[in-house]
């Protein structure tokens, strides 16, 4: 079984930068793919992020390309996500994902228990 625990979130001003962090265990890391998903207040949860097992290939949602970046480090199984040029709609509670399968945007079988982040105009 695949536990995943966030980190990194907070509160910042619009126009900061975060870098939340996910760290796995208790599976093969190198063989999931990872990303991140958030879900802002009476809003479904969205997919935010997602990297294949050996960083060759990601994968955004339209509203943060060219402002985060997602990044893993097989050997610290861990996966990260820079948020730059924070904007007030990027509040949300941040999920780390991860599924053996493709594309993640799709299908998730593990989920972290979440992290806050908030952005103040």
């Known amino acids: 079984q695949v536990q995943l625990v966030e980190s990194g979130g907070g509160l910042v001003q619009a126009g900061a930068s975060l870098r939340l962090s996910c760290a796995a265990s208790?599976?093969?890391?190198?063989?999931?793919?990872m990303g991140w998903f958030r879900q802002a207040p009476g809003k479904e949860r969205e997919f935010v992020a997602a990297i294949g097992r050996s960083s060759i290939v990601t994968d955004y949602t339209d509203s943060v390309k060219g402002r985060f970046t997602i990044s893993r480090d097989n050997a610290k199984n861990t996966v990260y996500l820079q948020m730059n040029s924070l904007k007030p709609e990027d509040t949300a509670v941040y999920y780390c994902?991860?599924?053996?399968?493709?594309?993640?945007?799709?299908?998730?079988?593990?989920w972290g228990q979440g992290t806050q982040v908030t952005v103040s105009s």
């Open positions: 208790g599976g093969t890391f190198s063989s999931l793919a």
């Open positions: 994902a991860a599924d053996s399968r493709w594309p993640l945007r799709v299908v998730t079988n593990y």
